[in-house]
């Protein structure tokens, strides 16, 4: 099982590429496979910084995150850049298809009634047929498992270096009638859309 963890923190965005090394450097250190940074774009946390990351455990995630939060280092770079913990999510990666890297994180967020390993399957099956081809590098679906209000929603996430690629693969997607079916089939529903800005 593989956790993703997304920490989205207030403060001055004016040193990005600094907060990723410092991130990825210590957050590496203590076993995260892989540490990203984005600024949403959309939503209720617009121009707020997210670090994600991702762990072979949730305990080692908890216990490195603690370890983190209080390392001199980073604490004087949380403080340099007046950065505020505003919430953490934890979720569980049910599928990853592609290169999970580009300019642009689109977010899907649906809700849906059938959890089994074969919708998570059919649903990654139809986005790489229908949704991918219009340049989509990479697609992972998440499903939230702590994270206050999301929690038990999926997130499907569209890496890609156009928004516009994007919203092409989302129209393909439910002008599909193979797609719109198995979204019918396990009752998906698209509850909010998130568009974010990876550094």
């Not at 410092?22 to 540490?35: C, I, M, V, Y």
């Not at 949704?131 to 994270?147: F, K, L």
Request: aromatic share 8%; net charge negative.
């Amino acid at each position: 099982m593989t956790f993703m963890t997304f920490s989205t923190l207030s403060g001055d965005n004016t040193n990005l590429e600094g907060d990723l090394e410092l991130a990825t450097r210590k957050f590496g250190a203590l076993g995260s496979t892989r540490t990203a940074l984005s600024v949403a774009l959309t939503g209720p946390n617009a121009g707020n910084a997210t670090i994600t990351t991702m762990w072979d455990s949730a305990d080692t995630c908890f216990d490195a995150r603690k370890a983190v939060m209080g390392d001199p280092e980073v604490v004087a770079a949380m403080q340099a850049n007046n950065r505020v913990p505003v919430q953490l999510g934890l979720s569980e990666v049910r599928a990853e298809i592609g290169n999970c890297e580009g300019a642009f994180a689109c977010a899907a967020v649906a809700i849906t009634s059938d959890h089994s390993d074969e919708a998570v399957a059919e649903v990654a099956a139809q986005s790489e047929r229908v949704i991918m081809p219009h340049g989509i590098n990479g697609y992972r679906m998440v499903r939230m498992v702590a994270a206050g209000e999301q929690t038990g929603a999926y997130v499907n996430l569209f890496y890609c270096d156009s928004v516009d690629a994007y919203f092409a693969g989302s129209a393909a997607a439910w002008a599909d009638a193979g797609f719109v079916a198995q979204a019918q089939k396990i009752g998906a529903q698209i509850v909010d859309r998130l568009i974010s800005r990876m550094v």
